[in-house]
């Protein structure tokens, strides 16, 4: 059965020179099932996706947030946002909540053995976010749900650990989602934001994001990632915070490793995946995350800005991944569209030089 409310919200569409925006809103999110209102990881040529999951959900609540605040179709985004929501509570209804739901009977996924603080701050990232932007009404089970695992989170220290296995006899495997680092100072960030428009979050899971900040500001420093991925997420998380006492001094640290990462990207504009490795997919959700770090460090830099150059030659390479009636690919060269990679590259893409609002100044809504 596919829910009106999605269904009529199918015929919003962006400006015209927006169309990642316009895919955004008629193909990413599941219109009627028992999964409606859900987000999808990637969707195939033909329009089908083959997992759901939280933390793009959270994305998605984000996004439409940052749309709202440049488009005109506030009831249609609403509406998506509500559908979002729905689903979520749905998933936080069921026994053992997975951290992927696979729609085409795949099974064995290792990440539903564990439950991630990353995925749970970009939910309740999303949710605040929407709600500030009044394109939802938060809903209160969702709110509690989220930070009760949140707390479950929370180590002997008072800071978030990475993740924690849903049964002790659990062998995780060693990834950087799976241990501290620097990466975290994003699920902190979006912790943060969310407490300023979500009241209820318990102060016990306020308290851990602003430990969990602290900490991966200064393994930043210290141990920066060397997965370009993460590494710009801990960027990202800086960058959010702009009004935090911990920016200024973090600032000139993310602006050095910037350079750093843009000094290996090639004469295509691509970045490696893994610093000092040049083999390895393309990714174009690294490509539009870089993007926006760029714009963002030129803003609060302008007297020392990130490579003009490098930052040309990566924007005119994601514009390349757009495609007509598409989302752009995980990486170059691949056939399903990606939605993570087409939020990041939809507001990578806008936010170009000189920034038209002072948003960045205070709120920069990093998808």
């Known amino acids: 059965m596919i829910d009106p409310s999605l269904a009529r919200a199918r015929t919003a569409q962006p400006a015209a020179d927006a169309p990642l925006a316009a895919w955004l809103l008629t193909h990413a999110q599941v ?19 083959a997992y759901v999951y939280p933390e793009i959900a959270g994305y998605y609540l984000s996004w439409l947030a ?18 979002v929501q729905q689903w979520l509570r749905k998933w936080l209804a069921l026994a053992a909540p997975p951290t992927r739901v696979h729609l085409d ?22 949710i605040g976010a929407a709600a500030q932007a009044r394109l939802i009404e938060p ?10 695992a949140l707390e479950r ?3 002997s220290d008072g800071s978030f650990g990475a993740c924690l296995a849903r049964t002790p006899s659990v062998a995780l495997p ?24 979500l009241p209820s979050v318990p102060a016990q899971v306020a308290r851990a994001a602003e430990r969990t900040f602290a900490a991966s ?18 960027f990202e998380g800086v960058l959010n915070l702009p009004r935090h006492p911990r920016f200024h001094g973090a600032l000139p640290i993310v602006a050095a490793q910037f350079d750093t990462l843009l000094a290996q990207a090639g004469a295509d504009g691509h970045l490696p995946e893994i610093a000092g490795a040049p083999k390895g997919p ?27 150059v490098a930052l040309t030659r990566m924007r005119q390479a994601l514009r390349r991944q757009v495609r007509t009636g598409n989302g752009v690919p995980f990486a170059r060269g691949g056939g399903e569209s990606n939605v993570w990679a087409t939020m990041f590259a939809d507001q990578a893409l806008a936010l170009a030089p000189p920034l038209r609002d002072a948003s960045w100044r205070t709120d920069p809504m990093i998808v």
Not at 217 to 234: M, N
């Open 31 to 49: 219109a009627g099932g028992p999964h409606a209102g859900a987000i999808a990881g990637c969707v195939s040529a033909a329009g089908a996706a």
């Open 66 to 83: 940052w749309r709202a605040t440049r488009a005109t179709q506030g009831d249609d985004l609403a509406a998506r946002a509500a559908g």
């Open 105 to 126: 009977g795949s099974a064995g996924d290792w990440r539903n053995e564990a439950v991630f603080c990353f995925d749970l701050a970009m939910v309740l990232r999303g």
């Open 139 to 148: 809903d209160p089970a969702v709110v509690a749900g989220v930070s009760r």
């Open 153 to 155: 989170l929370i180590a």
């Open 174 to 197: 060693d990834r950087w989602s799976t241990r501290r680092g620097a990466f975290l100072a994003k699920a902190a960030a979006g912790v943060m934001r969310a407490v300023l428009a």
């Open 217 to 234: 500001v200064a393994l930043l420093e210290s141990r920066p990632h060397r997965q370009t991925h993460p590494l710009l997420y801990a």
């Open 282 to 308: 393309l990714r174009i959700d690294v490509l539009a995350q870089a993007l926006r770090i760029g714009s963002l460090l030129t803003a609060h830099r302008p007297q020392q800005p990130p490579d003009r």
